[in-house]
């Protein structure tokens, strides 16, 4: 198995900032590492939220969190700014793999990077649906193709 790397800016296809507060950082003077879930959670709800395709008051769709990972190689604090960048790396009938990037502000290689898997299931029933075609469309603009050599 191959050692996990930071990565370069150029590798998301979309980016969010994140500031970082107070509360944030441990008794050790950086960003707690469970805090860098929710920064997953927050980039990838907001891209959804701002490309209309997830209500998450009134939506019949939501997504449930099944799967996450992270790796670290750098601290993140407060008071800075956090430049969170998503990819989609797999987007199946009723589930997508969300790759996420945590950047300090300006810096070119990731402080974290991770993963996490939302099954997206109807509000009432909790029960697995079909992604609606807006939503793959939302997800399909997140791939990024692997460069050329």
């Not at 990972?69 to 790396?89: M, Q, T, W």
Request: net charge negative; glycine share 6%; proline share 5%.
């Amino acid at each position: 198995m191959e050692r996990p790397q930071a990565q370069e800016r150029a590798a998301y296809a979309h980016f969010s900032t994140i500031t970082t507060r107070w509360m944030d950082n441990d008794i050790y003077g950086h960003v707690n590492n469970v805090t860098y879930y929710s920064y997953f959670d927050t980039a990838v709800n907001r891209y959804l939220i701002e490309a209309g395709v997830l209500d998450i008051h009134q939506g019949d769709v939501i997504g449930l969190v099944i799967e996450t990972h992270c790796n670290y190689f750098a601290s993140l604090e407060f008071p800075k700014n956090v430049d969170a960048g998503i990819r989609v790396a797999h987007i199946g009938k009723s589930s997508v793999r969300y790759e996420i990037g945590l950047f300090d502000e300006g810096e070119p290689m990731s402080a974290a990077v991770g993963h996490f898997v939302h099954v997206y299931v109807d509000r009432a029933t909790r029960r697995p649906v079909q992604l609606p075609e807006p939503f793959v469309k939302a997800l399909q603009a997140l791939q990024v193709k692997p460069k050329a050599d």
